[in-house]
């Protein structure tokens, strides 16, 4: 999602940079956009990718290693029975 984003808007300043260079579209819109440096709009995209990437190894949280070892107290076996406890669920 983020690379079609980062794609529309380095188009957009070009497709609007050609207009106002070539063709003399000036108005309060391309002006701005048209005298724009693509080396900053750059670093401002990797700057986003970095932030994003910082963003989801925050998130990510390692795999658990065993299922097995964690249970919850719900699902403990019962050394009386030798099988799961089956403990109703709360109403």
Do not use: K
Request: proline residues 9%; positive net charge.
């Amino acid at each position: 999602m983020l690379s079609v984003a980062v794609a529309l808007v380095i188009g957009t300043i070009e497709v609007v940079s050609v207009l106002h260079d070539n063709f003399g579209l000036v108005d309060p819109v391309t002006i701005p956009i048209g005298s724009l440096n693509l080396d900053h709009v750059g670093l401002g995209v990797a700057a986003m990718l970095v932030i994003v990437w910082a963003r989801a190894v925050g998130y990510w949280r390692p795999p658990r290693s065993n299922s097995v070892t964690r249970r919850s107290p719900d699902t403990a076996p019962d050394p009386r029975i030798g099988r799961l406890n089956q403990v109703p669920a709360h109403r």
